[in-house]
Structure formats: structure tokens, C-alpha cells
Nanobody, 115 residues
Framework: QVQLVESGGGLVQAGGSLKLSCAAS????????MGWYRQAPGKQRELVAGIDSGGATVYANSMKGRFTVSRDNAKNTVYLQMNSLKPEDSAVYYCKARLGVVSYWGQGTQVTVSS
């Protein structure tokens, strides 16, 4: 079993920054893909950004240029640096790790951006 624990969420003003962390209970080098997703009230969960085992990254269009995903295998942690935050970025942010066909999810961390 794998546990993922997100941290770093909070309340920030529009234009501000936050850095989210996702700490895994085991080595993240085994995962094919690790990603950040978010879900706002009444909306579907959506991909924010992700990084694969080779370091290739993917971003949702609305996050490109504002968000940066990275990983530190030595710390078993994936990060999401979020800059130029907007009120519409407010959501619960979840970390996901995929190993083959199996996906693991964290409990999420709330991000609230005030206007």
C-alpha cells in the first residue's frame, strides 16, 4: 500500500504563490506517473500537472507558464509551484501516483485564492 500526503495549501490573495508538496510513503521512482489534480465544488476533478518517471511534464493549458511540477526522488516528494494564482484556481488539490494500472490518491489539500 502507498500513502500520499499533500501539504502546502492555504489561503492566498490573487497574484500570490503557493508550493504544494506530496510526500509518498515509499520510493517514487517506481511510479510511471505522478500528478496533481484539483476539484472545485460542483466540478469534475481535473488534471493540473504531472511528471513521469523520465521527468517529462504535462500541464493543463490554463496552468502553463504559471505552475511548475517537479519531483525529488531522494525525498520521495513531488511538488507543485503555483504562481500568479487566480480565484478560479481555488479547489482541493490532490496528488496521484500511478503504477501500471493502479492509481493511488492523497487526501487533498485546500487552496483558496481570494480576489
Amino acid at each position: 500500500q502507498v500513502q500520499l500526503v499533500e501539504s502546502g495549501g492555504g489561503l492566498v490573495q490573487a497574484g500570490g504563490s503557493l508550493k504544494l508538496s506530496c510526500a509518498a510513503s515509499r520510493s517514487i521512482s517506481i511510479f510511471n506517473f505522478m500528478g496533481w489534480y484539483r476539484q472545485a465544488p460542483g466540478k469534475q476533478r481535473e488534471l493540473v500537472a504531472g511528471i513521469d518517471s523520465g521527468g517529462a511534464t504535462v500541464y493543463a493549458n490554463s496552468m502553463k507558464g504559471r505552475f511548475t511540477v517537479s519531483r525529488d526522488n531522494a525525498k520521495n516528494t513531488v511538488y507543485l509551484q503555483m504562481n500568479s494564482l487566480k480565484p478560479e484556481d481555488s479547489a482541493v488539490y490532490y496528488c496521484k501516483a500511478r503504477l501500471g494500472v493502479v492509481s493511488y490518491w492523497g487526501q487533498g489539500t485546500q487552496v483558496t485564492v481570494s480576489s
